[in-house]
């Protein structure tokens, strides 16, 4: 895939901004992440936008894509692979060489420089990865393809059969994640969260349907989430605990995953990372105030808890960009509720939070995936014009 770098120019009216409210949402309130301030408690999703080089590294715009959405509480930047075999789809991100690092720091320095915070998503694909895009068969804990087709330079493809993962690749695969960890500290994260959601290699290991294995990764549950947690606890041991987050997604069917025991695998996932302590958060995916696991997984973890509202997946974006749903994951025991498309199209989300402000839609669909500017870095702030980002830089030693 080629990602365009013409400039796009668009004309978008500006949005007439409502009353400010009398009572400010409780999004908006300052909180705490471990030793890390955060001005709200809007996180901005983890999403994919394949705006790297084909060989991963982060190319320029996306400096400014983040940058301009820097008054997030917290920015969990797209998932980035921790080896080459782990790729997913064309033009997305990686971290395990010199010039992702490099790649990295720009954009880092620039969501710095204009005030914000971020965590790097750390993701291997398993089986959801093609040999046109990785130029190498997929890995997973056992050979059963995804049920689907894989997005190419050359577009879709069908999946192909991945190779089952010796123990040598467990834990070659496990050393990838804590020095892909190391990678994301020097260029800049604040820390990272460790992606064992959306059907990607942790919860593959996770699931019945993908995990056939007899050995000490398969069978019983306790056999089925000691490949997530050794990848856990050996990121912690690499930057320290307070810098890991964990991403689930209990239940969830995106990519083939189907769990089978899922009221049985996440207490006792929760319980193991309890176990390695003082890691600095949970994020739950598809977060459902009403669902009496997430209501356990709220019980049984004692830390900071991020969720992820359900807001339809593929659906319109709500009116009010999920603004409600995540007021009741708060009221519900959530410390921080993310979300992705309302940030996508809203540079300045927060502060059209903040006075009542209508919220843009997602323009084109088409451009998610692909494009350089256009779909990314040209949404209308509520001046409406593109959010400008250029600001003076400041010392690398004052990076929060």
Do not use: C
Not at 70 to 76: D, F, K, P, T
Not at 248 to 253: C, D, E, F, L, S
Not at 367 to 372: N, V
Request: hydrophobic share 40%; proline share 10%; charged share 20%.
């Amino acid at each position: 895939m080629t990602t365009a770098t013409a400039t796009v120019t668009t004309t978008t009216p500006t949005p007439t901004p409502a009353p400010v409210p009398t009572s400010p949402s409780p999004l908006l309130h300052p909180t705490r992440l471990g030793s890390l301030p955060l001005p709200n408690r809007l996180v901005m999703a983890p999403m994919t936008r394949n705006r790297a080089s084909a060989d991963g590294v982060p190319l320029p715009v996306m400096a400014t894509y983040y940058a301009q959405r820097a008054s997030a509480g917290l920015i969990v930047a797209e998932a980035s692979t921790p080896n080459a075999v782990g790729q997913t789809y064309a033009n997305i991100t990686a971290i395990h060489d010199d010039a992702h690092v490099a790649g990295w720091r720009r954009v880092t320095d620039a969501v710095r420089d204009a005030g914000g915070r971020m965590f790097l998503q750390i993701q291997h694909g398993g089986r959801v990865g093609h040999p046109d895009n990785s130029g190498l068969t997929p890995v997973a804990p056992s050979p059963v393809p995804l049920p689907d087709t894989i997005h190419t330079p050359t577009g879709p493809q069908p999946a192909v059969v991945p190779r089952e993962m010796t123990l040598d690749d467990i834990h070659r695969t496990v050393a990838d994640f804590a020095a892909a960890a190391r990678r994301a500290v020097d260029a800049g994260f604040a820390g990272v969260e460790v992606h064992a959601a959306n059907g990607y290699l942790l919860q593959q290991f996770l699931a019945r349907n993908t995990n056939h294995r007899t050995d000490a990764y398969g069978g019983p549950v306790a056999h089925r989430i000691r490949f997530v947690v050794e990848v856990v606890r050996a990121v912690a041991d690499a930057i320290g605990a307070e810098r890991v987050g964990v991403r689930i997604a209990p239940g969830i069917t995106v990519n083939g995953i189907e769990e089978g025991d899922t009221e049985d695998i996440y207490p006792a996932l929760v319980d193991a990372l309890n176990d390695i302590g003082g890691l600095a958060y949970l994020h739950v995916v598809f977060a459902d105030p009403e669902n009496p696991l997430f209501r356990r997984i709220r019980a049984d973890w004692p830390g900071t808890l991020i969720a992820n509202p359900v807001l339809g997946w593929g659906g319109p974006l709500p009116a009010d960009g999920g603004r409600r749903a995540g007021e009741r994951l708060l009221a519900a025991g959530a410390d921080l509720v993310s979300l992705g498309r309302a940030f996508l199209a809203n540079p300045d989300l927060v502060e059209r939070m903040r006075v009542g402000a209508p919220l843009n839609a997602v323009r084109d669909k088409g451009l998610m995936y692909e494009g350089g500017a256009a779909g990314y870095t040209d949404y209308p702030a509520l001046s409406g014009s593109p959010l400008s980002v250029s600001r003076p830089r400041t010392p690398r030693g004052a990076r929060p």
